[in-house]
């Protein structure tokens, strides 16, 4: 075939009027959408071959060759991939067959401006080359074809192509960009190393240059050897050295992977210290086709609590890098999960814009969701607490052994995020919910989960009690406990600031209310027996005149007041009503510098309390009442609301 004139199809030429005529503000991209079209035209071959081995010829070591050549301004991309014969190169890069680049092509309004932002969203492949070069040449043969079937196809980027059959010995494609004087920094060994390590360090292909070499120039001084000579320019050795790493942990199989190469990938994309405390690798088929490699941490980072932090995966395509901190990968609340992602189905360009869109990123953030969730359930699975086998630690397995402890230091770093998931990730909810693991009078340590509390119960116990508080010793020792204490009922002690929060979307576990034990009238029901019941109903009826006496005094502070079996040493307490916020809560909120709704509390007495028992008839009554209700809030982590009121009261009466 002699030389051609093709014209390029409509859109393509719009296309390339687009990218020659925009400021690519990232035009070293061209590099990692040629270097992928040679990867793909690898895989192409690799994967004929299978039935046809005589494709390889006498190569078989599939490879990308990046070579320059200053003085003719050129940079060549070469790979010894499938090829192309006349027609394809005709057809292929002549016209545009993805859906995805026609779509874009047909958002183009015209108007510079706006067409520059989308062609950065969508992949614009091998036309990009044209960012770089006013014209390129693409010699190439079809494997398995005659060498004088090559082809040679130029074009300068505007209207039309050429085409022309030529000899070409090795099979595969060489694509020649001459260089725009702007773009010569591109003839640079280390800026190709540069960009090469950034975006294509884990394509599995071998990307080869030929290796450099100081030359030494002329004598420094001609009538003295001695002296030396001045450096001279760099010298191309004809030897070829890879310089990517051409390894992609995640594509290799499982079995093939140490522990400590697991270990060694994860420190070198989170830049973390510390070995991972797990991991999960998996390649997930489907309607969506993607590997996940993803990582939980030992320790949390300082900025853990900073809600806008992004999260940490890496968002590959087909091996080839796209980009860091991958959002849409993962919701917030797992936002310590650090890893890669490496999709078959996303286009090479796509923007962070269009991975909200995606219905592909929803599968995929579903699916990574779903496997945080195993590897934490796995953990807690095995995190046996020595207790429970009553110290025969033979009854635990291997792999209890080996996951001795794990749960719980997760926990320990991570479990105050995983609870906003309650709220975020409504369809995970009872998994999270399982995973919870919290303090409570039994144990000190963050240990105890609903299930392990509610085989606990008691007899005729039918809700799961839990304190909120600053503190655990806060918790521990807050006056609404006493009860609870005495009859040996199990009570959650709930410290993260972020429990009030999360508990707004908890209301049972597994069919059991949870109660806050600061909310609403004390009622233990079938755990008090009739005596109690009849005690206390007396009791509220002989302190009528005193509860009405309390209530005048306290109008401004007390929604109301009302005696209660709830406590044993203290002589008062605070509660809200049922459907109330938690004190807790509104001081949280104020805090935080939020509108909180004005928490009236109620005011509990005991009625077997010295203190309550000498209000009657009292001459201080109106300073004891309001003492009563200081030191109530005091107990429960709050201020009184004129402190030196309070102090001068207490001082009145010491005195
Ligand atoms: P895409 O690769 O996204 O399909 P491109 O514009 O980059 O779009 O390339 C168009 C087509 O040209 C490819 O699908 C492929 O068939 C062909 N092609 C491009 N580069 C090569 C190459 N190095 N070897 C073989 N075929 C190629």
Known sequence: MSKQTHAFQAEVAQLLHLVTHSLYSNREIFLRELISNASD???????????NTALYEDAPDLQVRLSFDQAAKTLTITDNGIGMTAQEAIDHLGTIAKSGTKDFVSKLSGDQKSDAQLIGQFGVGFYSGFIVAEKITVETRRAGTAAAEGVRWISGGTGDFEVETITRAERGTSVILHLREEAMEYANTWKLKEIVGKYADHISLPILMEKEEWQDGELIDPSNEEAGRKPGGMLKTGEWETINKASALWTRPKKDISDEQYADFYKQISRDFEAPLTWTHNRVEGSTEYTQLLYIPSKAPQDLWNRDKKAGIKLYVKRVFIMDEAEALMPSYLRFVKGVVDSADLPLNVSRELLQESR?????????????????????????????????????SEEDKAKQGQYSKFYAEFGAVLKEGLGEDFANKDRLSKLLRFASTTSDTASVSFADYKARM??????????????????????????FKKKGIEVLLMTDRVDEWALNFVHE????????????????GKLQ???????????AETFKPVLAKLKEALKDKAEDVRVTSRLVDSPACLVVTDDGMSMQLARMLKQAGQQAP????????????????KLDGSVHFHDLAHILFDQALLAEGGLPADPAAYVKRVNALLS
């Not at 035209?41 to 039935?51: G, I, M, Q, S, V």
């Not at 576990?509 to 233990?524: E, N």
């Open 41 to 51: 035209a690898c895989d192409k071959l690799r994967f004929e071959a299978l039935n």
């Open 360 to 396: 592909d990123v929803k599968a995929i953030r579903e699916g990574c969701t779903k496997r945080v969730l195993s590897m934490l359930e796995d953990l807690a699975k095995h995190d046996k607490a020595p207790e429970s086998t009553e110290g025969v630690t033979d009854v635990l």
């Open 458 to 483: 008691k007899e005729g116990q039918d809700a799961i009690y839990y304190i909120t508080a600053d503190t655990l010793a806060a918790a521990k020792n807050s006056p609404q406990l006493e009860v």
């Open 509 to 524: 576990f597994d069919g059991t209310p949870l109660q806050s034990v600061a909310k609403g009238a004390f009622d233990l």
């Open 529 to 539: 027996d009739e005596e109690e019941k009849k005690a206390a109903e007396d009791a």
């Open 598 to 613: 004005e928490v009236k509390p109620v005011l509990e007495v005991n009625p077997e309390h010295a203190l309550v028992k």
